[in-house]
């Protein structure tokens, strides 16, 4: 099972763009990269998910380097309202696969 | 397009007594997941069922299981509760057994008192 870390906080500004990196560096050939965003009290919500290069949707963009051992999701110019705790999950959405949420990455963004 | 929905939103239960929450899939999903998620922490995978089986557990004891219908609604049972299973329970749902991309309700936040 590919372990993942992430920073525990950061803060940003309105406006900024945020970059936030994930690191797995026993990434499996199958795994994918998924991305959740929770808000207080309420269920995470799927942002993004890849499995090399660039994605991007109109919520965020998620970069994938060749090796694929890390991959950082960008948000750009960011709001208060993306003041949130953000998930990165890999696994390989097959049957057998446990999705395992870390304690994520608290982002605030200040006014 | 109704999304992920659970209930009750809010429950207070005393040490040793039982429990049973609920959740209704998105529509078109046939697979539910249920995760319990401590303060401060990220939510921790119950188990999954799909086609009315349990088909992945997390780590966690038999005091927690589980149940889904034929229309694809799902329960959550924790016996003999403990201070310890105070947290906000989420239910996601997915497709095809699907594990990746979820999609979860609000939660249910259980007090064991």
């Known amino acids: 099972l590919a372990k993942t870390t992430q920073p525990i906080s950061m803060d940003s500004y309105e406006g900024q763009e945020v970059n936030i990196t994930c690191s797995h560096n026993n990434i499996a050939t199958n795994d994918y990269i998924t991305w959740y965003q929770q808000f207080p009290s309420q269920g995470p919500r799927f942002i993004i998910q890849?499995?090399?290069t660039k994605v991007t949707n109109e919520v965020a963009s998620l970069f994938i380097p060749a090796d694929r051992k890390s991959s950082t999701l960008s948000l750009p110019r960011v709001s208060l309202s993306d003041t949130a705790v953000y998930y990165c999950?890999?696994?390989?959405?097959?049957?057998?696969?446990?999705?395992?949420f870390g304690r994520g990455t608290s982002l605030i963004v200040h006014p | 397009d109704a999304g992920v929905t659970q209930s009750p939103t809010h429950l207070i239960k005393t040490r040793g007594q039982q429990v049973t929450l609920r959740c209704s899939p998105k529509?078109?999903?046939?697979?539910v997941s249920w995760y319990q998620q401590a303060l401060g922490q990220g939510p921790q995978f119950i188990f999954q069922?799909?086609?009315?089986?349990?088909?992945q557990r997390g780590n966690f004891p038999d005091r927690f299981s589980g149940h889904q219908f034929p229309n694809y609604s799902s329960e959550l049972n924790v016996n003999a509760l403990l201070l310890g299973d105070s947290a906000l329970y989420l239910c996601?749902?997915?497709?095809?057994?699907?594990?990746?991309?979820?999609?979860f309700g609000p939660g249910t936040r259980l007090l064991v008192l």
């Open positions: 529509s078109g999903h046939d697979t």
């Open positions: 996601a749902s997915s497709m095809g057994g699907d594990q990746e991309t979820q999609y």
């Open positions: 999950l890999v696994g390989d959405r097959g049957g057998s696969y446990i999705p395992t």
């Open positions: 890849g499995y090399k």
């Open positions: 069922y799909y086609e009315e089986e349990e088909r």
